[in-house]
């Protein structure tokens, strides 16, 4: 089994920038309207499709595993959850993954997006805590997680992996898997692209869009 060549998936993910005095919110998380989520996320099948500059990466969404967590990720690509923009402080609707990147790439271990600055510190400036499920283990490739900084410190960071990675059972909520061979030769692509000495990929790779669709069970 592959060592992980760094223990925390987000290490500094939290850190105050060089200049900045903002630090990120750690107030208390509250749990988007429902009447914003545009329908029900348990029992029905939810799909996140990743529109990047390498391919599309479509995602099989664990509302009834990680309801918190999925609402979060889906108010935050649809726009319907409120977030600070971490540039301006300002508050903020609208789509919030739409024209990051994947601002940390490792081969053999995982691809990280969901920060808007692209530094790795960026987030939606505010926390909630972990979701772990008995029946979810990084026992497989290609599954979704959220990044932290420690326990309880998720924001909007998220990874995906491309090998299995026991070590971060029960440190990182689990709360989706990509779906289909396509999508996974893209999150392959992507996590084999050029990277500099911060695993950074030389060539940037963008989402575009990130859209979320609802299919009946």
Known sequence: MLSCPCPD??????ARPVGSSRVPSREPWRAPRPDLLRGALVAE????????????????????????????????????????????????????YDGTGFHRVIDSFMIQG???LGTGTGGPGYTFKDEFHPELGFDRPYLL???N????????????????????NFKHTIFGEVDGEESRAVVDAIATTRTDGQDRPVDPVVIERLDIERRDS
Request: positive net charge; charged residues 15%; hydrophobic residues 35%.
């Open 145 to 147: 997680a959220m990044a």
């Open 149 to 168: 900084a420690g326990p309880g410190t998720n924001g909007s960071q998220f990874f995906i992996t491309v090998q299995s990675t026991s070590w971060l």
């Open 45 to 96: 099948s939810v799909y996140a499709t990743l529109h990047t500059t390498r391919g599309d990466i479509v995602i099989r969404l664990f509302p009834d595993h990680a309801p918190t967590t999925v609402r979060n990720f889906v108010g935050l690509a649809e726009g319907t959850r409120e977030w600070t923009d971490p540039k301006t402080g300002q508050q903020r609707n609208g789509r919030f």
């Open 114 to 116: 969901g920060d808007p």
């Open 9 to 14: 998936v987000t290490s500094g993910l939290f």
